[in-house]
T-cell receptor
Framework: KNQVEQSPQSLIILEGKNCTLQ??????????LRWYKQDTGRGPVSLTI?????NTKSNGRYTATLDADTKQSSLHITASQLSDSASYIC???????????FGSGTRLLVRP | NAGVTQTPKFQVLKTGQSMTLQCAQD?????MSWYRQDPGMGLRLIHY???????DQGEVPNGYNVSRSTTEDFPLRLLSAAPSQTSVYFC??????????????FGNGTRLTVT
Protein backbone atom coordinates (compact mmCIF):
# COMPACT_ATOMS: atom_id res chain seq x y z
CA LYS A 1 0.00 0.00 0.00
CA ASN A 2 1.30 3.47 -0.88
CA GLN A 3 1.92 5.32 2.37
CA VAL A 4 3.80 8.30 3.76
CA GLU A 5 4.53 8.31 7.48
CA GLN A 6 5.90 11.27 9.39
CA SER A 7 7.49 11.53 12.79
CA PRO A 8 7.19 12.92 15.31
CA GLN A 9 3.50 13.87 15.24
CA SER A 10 4.30 17.00 17.22
CA LEU A 11 7.39 18.78 18.46
CA ILE A 12 8.13 21.71 20.75
CA ILE A 13 11.47 23.51 20.56
CA LEU A 14 12.92 26.75 21.85
CA GLU A 15 13.51 29.67 19.52
CA GLY A 16 16.97 29.55 18.00
CA LYS A 17 17.31 25.77 18.26
CA ASN A 18 17.57 23.36 15.32
CA CYS A 19 15.23 20.46 14.65
CA THR A 20 14.79 17.59 12.21
CA LEU A 21 11.52 16.12 10.98
CA GLN A 22 11.34 12.64 9.49
CA UNK A 23 9.41 11.15 6.59
CA UNK A 24 9.34 7.48 5.53
CA UNK A 25 7.48 6.38 2.45
CA UNK A 26 6.42 3.21 0.68
CA UNK A 27 5.30 4.69 -2.62
CA UNK A 28 5.93 3.09 -5.98
CA UNK A 29 6.64 4.07 -8.64
CA UNK A 30 8.37 7.12 -7.16
CA UNK A 31 8.66 10.46 -8.95
CA UNK A 32 9.52 13.10 -6.39
CA LEU A 33 9.20 14.05 -2.74
CA ARG A 34 7.88 17.38 -1.54
CA TRP A 35 7.80 19.24 1.74
CA TYR A 36 5.07 21.75 2.46
CA LYS A 37 4.60 24.19 5.34
CA GLN A 38 1.06 24.81 6.54
CA ASP A 39 0.36 27.71 8.90
CA THR A 40 -2.77 27.46 11.06
CA GLY A 41 -5.85 28.39 9.06
CA ARG A 42 -3.95 28.59 5.77
CA GLY A 43 -3.24 26.34 2.82
CA PRO A 44 0.05 24.42 2.47
CA VAL A 45 2.97 26.24 0.85
CA SER A 46 5.70 24.40 -1.06
CA LEU A 47 9.18 24.36 0.52
CA THR A 48 11.11 21.90 -1.66
CA ILE A 49 10.66 19.29 -4.39
CA UNK A 50 13.30 16.57 -4.71
CA UNK A 51 13.71 13.91 -7.38
CA UNK A 52 15.36 10.55 -6.68
CA UNK A 53 18.74 11.83 -7.91
CA UNK A 54 18.82 14.76 -5.46
CA ASN A 55 20.21 14.06 -1.99
CA THR A 56 19.91 17.54 -0.50
CA LYS A 57 17.97 20.67 -1.28
CA SER A 58 17.85 23.92 0.69
CA ASN A 59 15.37 26.75 0.92
CA GLY A 60 16.73 29.37 3.31
CA ARG A 61 16.90 27.83 6.78
CA TYR A 62 15.12 24.68 5.56
CA THR A 63 17.22 21.79 4.26
CA ALA A 64 15.62 18.62 2.96
CA THR A 65 17.46 15.35 2.43
CA LEU A 66 16.38 12.31 0.48
CA ASP A 67 17.65 8.74 0.59
CA ALA A 68 15.84 6.97 -2.24
CA ASP A 69 17.40 3.62 -1.31
CA THR A 70 15.97 3.56 2.21
CA LYS A 71 12.91 5.63 1.19
CA GLN A 72 13.53 8.21 3.87
CA SER A 73 13.56 11.98 3.87
CA SER A 74 14.21 14.57 6.53
CA LEU A 75 13.56 18.28 6.87
CA HIS A 76 16.10 20.16 8.97
CA ILE A 77 15.24 23.61 10.30
CA THR A 78 18.17 25.73 11.40
CA ALA A 79 18.04 28.52 13.98
CA SER A 80 14.29 28.23 14.42
CA GLN A 81 12.07 31.31 14.58
CA LEU A 82 8.61 31.80 16.05
CA SER A 83 7.26 31.99 12.50
CA ASP A 84 8.38 28.40 11.92
CA SER A 85 5.49 27.24 14.12
CA ALA A 86 3.34 25.32 11.66
CA SER A 87 2.56 21.86 10.36
CA TYR A 88 5.09 20.35 7.96
CA ILE A 89 3.73 17.92 5.43
CA CYS A 90 5.71 15.36 3.45
CA UNK A 91 4.22 14.43 0.07
CA UNK A 92 5.34 11.83 -2.46
CA UNK A 93 4.34 12.03 -6.11
CA UNK A 94 3.87 8.81 -8.05
CA UNK A 95 5.59 8.50 -11.40
CA UNK A 96 3.46 8.78 -14.58
CA UNK A 97 0.49 9.85 -12.48
CA UNK A 98 -1.12 12.94 -11.03
CA UNK A 99 -1.41 11.12 -7.74
CA UNK A 100 0.16 12.62 -4.62
CA UNK A 101 0.40 10.69 -1.34
CA PHE A 102 0.25 13.00 1.68
CA GLY A 103 1.63 12.36 5.13
CA SER A 104 -0.44 13.50 8.10
CA GLY A 105 2.16 16.10 9.05
CA THR A 106 4.36 17.09 11.98
CA ARG A 107 3.08 19.96 14.09
CA LEU A 108 5.98 22.16 15.21
CA LEU A 109 5.70 24.74 17.97
CA VAL A 110 8.58 27.15 18.50
CA ARG A 111 8.53 28.80 21.93
CA PRO A 112 10.34 32.03 22.87
CA ASN B 1 -0.95 38.41 -6.79
CA ALA B 2 -4.19 36.60 -5.85
CA GLY B 3 -3.02 33.03 -6.63
CA VAL B 4 -5.75 30.53 -5.67
CA THR B 5 -8.87 32.07 -4.15
CA GLN B 6 -11.49 30.02 -2.32
CA THR B 7 -14.90 31.16 -1.14
CA PRO B 8 -16.52 31.02 1.31
CA LYS B 9 -14.00 30.71 4.17
CA PHE B 10 -16.58 29.15 6.50
CA GLN B 11 -19.91 27.43 5.89
CA VAL B 12 -22.46 25.62 8.04
CA LEU B 13 -24.98 23.36 6.33
CA LYS B 14 -27.81 21.17 7.51
CA THR B 15 -27.87 17.52 6.45
CA GLY B 16 -29.36 17.21 2.98
CA GLN B 17 -28.60 20.75 1.84
CA SER B 18 -26.51 21.37 -1.25
CA MET B 19 -23.91 24.03 -1.90
CA THR B 20 -21.01 24.99 -4.15
CA LEU B 21 -17.49 25.77 -2.98
CA GLN B 22 -15.84 28.21 -5.32
CA CYS B 23 -12.21 28.11 -6.49
CA ALA B 24 -10.50 30.48 -8.88
CA GLN B 25 -6.86 30.85 -9.91
CA ASP B 26 -5.22 33.65 -11.87
CA UNK B 27 -1.97 31.88 -12.80
CA UNK B 28 -3.25 30.24 -16.02
CA UNK B 29 -2.64 26.82 -14.48
CA UNK B 30 -3.87 23.79 -16.39
CA UNK B 31 -4.14 21.48 -13.42
CA MET B 32 -6.65 22.10 -10.63
CA SER B 33 -7.75 19.84 -7.82
CA TRP B 34 -9.85 19.59 -4.67
CA TYR B 35 -8.67 18.02 -1.40
CA ARG B 36 -10.22 17.51 1.98
CA GLN B 37 -8.21 17.64 5.18
CA ASP B 38 -9.42 15.81 8.26
CA PRO B 39 -7.72 15.70 11.69
CA GLY B 40 -4.90 13.16 11.91
CA MET B 41 -5.06 12.31 8.22
CA GLY B 42 -3.20 13.42 5.13
CA LEU B 43 -4.97 15.46 2.49
CA ARG B 44 -7.16 13.30 0.28
CA LEU B 45 -7.92 14.03 -3.36
CA ILE B 46 -11.60 14.43 -4.23
CA HIS B 47 -11.57 15.43 -7.91
CA TYR B 48 -9.08 16.92 -10.32
CA UNK B 49 -8.92 18.52 -13.75
CA UNK B 50 -6.08 18.68 -16.28
CA UNK B 51 -7.72 21.38 -18.38
CA UNK B 52 -10.97 23.06 -19.30
CA UNK B 53 -13.66 20.48 -20.05
CA UNK B 54 -11.70 17.60 -18.48
CA UNK B 55 -12.34 16.26 -14.97
CA ASP B 56 -11.62 13.00 -13.19
CA GLN B 57 -12.22 11.37 -9.83
CA GLY B 58 -9.73 11.21 -7.01
CA GLU B 59 -9.73 8.80 -4.09
CA VAL B 60 -12.83 10.13 -2.25
CA PRO B 61 -15.25 11.44 -4.93
CA ASN B 62 -18.57 10.18 -3.58
CA GLY B 63 -21.04 12.94 -2.76
CA TYR B 64 -19.15 15.58 -4.76
CA ASN B 65 -19.38 16.90 -8.33
CA VAL B 66 -17.06 19.19 -10.27
CA SER B 67 -16.97 20.94 -13.61
CA ARG B 68 -14.28 22.93 -15.44
CA SER B 69 -15.81 25.27 -17.99
CA THR B 70 -12.90 27.74 -17.89
CA THR B 71 -9.19 27.52 -17.09
CA GLU B 72 -9.65 29.82 -14.10
CA ASP B 73 -12.56 28.25 -12.21
CA PHE B 74 -13.08 24.83 -10.64
CA PRO B 75 -16.17 24.73 -8.39
CA LEU B 76 -16.92 21.80 -6.08
CA ARG B 77 -20.56 20.89 -5.53
CA LEU B 78 -21.90 19.01 -2.54
CA LEU B 79 -25.06 17.33 -3.74
CA SER B 80 -26.70 16.40 -0.42
CA ALA B 81 -24.53 17.30 2.55
CA ALA B 82 -23.83 14.67 5.21
CA PRO B 83 -22.09 15.03 8.60
CA SER B 84 -19.21 12.90 7.21
CA GLN B 85 -18.46 15.77 4.84
CA THR B 86 -17.54 18.06 7.73
CA SER B 87 -13.96 18.94 6.86
CA VAL B 88 -11.62 21.61 5.58
CA TYR B 89 -11.56 21.75 1.79
CA PHE B 90 -8.58 22.96 -0.20
CA CYS B 91 -8.36 23.84 -3.85
CA UNK B 92 -4.93 23.58 -5.48
CA UNK B 93 -3.47 24.24 -8.90
CA UNK B 94 -0.19 23.70 -10.74
CA UNK B 95 1.27 24.98 -13.95
CA UNK B 96 1.29 21.95 -16.22
CA UNK B 97 -0.38 18.69 -15.43
CA UNK B 98 2.35 16.63 -17.00
CA UNK B 99 5.29 18.45 -15.44
CA UNK B 100 6.69 16.22 -12.75
CA UNK B 101 8.20 18.97 -10.61
CA UNK B 102 5.43 21.56 -10.61
CA UNK B 103 4.56 22.55 -7.05
CA UNK B 104 0.92 22.71 -6.05
CA UNK B 105 -0.39 26.15 -5.11
CA PHE B 106 -3.12 25.92 -2.49
CA GLY B 107 -5.94 28.23 -1.54
CA ASN B 108 -6.56 29.01 2.13
CA GLY B 109 -9.41 26.56 2.47
CA THR B 110 -13.11 26.42 3.23
CA ARG B 111 -14.09 25.09 6.65
CA LEU B 112 -17.39 23.24 6.26
CA THR B 113 -19.56 21.98 9.10
CA VAL B 114 -22.58 19.78 8.40
CA THR B 115 -25.06 19.42 11.27
Amino acid sequence: KNQVEQSPQSLIILEGKNCTLQCNYTVSPFSNLRWYKQDTGRGPVSLTIMTFSENTKSNGRYTATLDADTKQSSLHITASQLSDSASYICVVKMDSSYKLIFGSGTRLLVRP
Amino acid sequence: NAGVTQTPKFQVLKTGQSMTLQCAQDMNHEYMSWYRQDPGMGLRLIHYSVGAGITDQGEVPNGYNVSRSTTEDFPLRLLSAAPSQTSVYFCASSSYAGTENSPLHFGNGTRLTVT
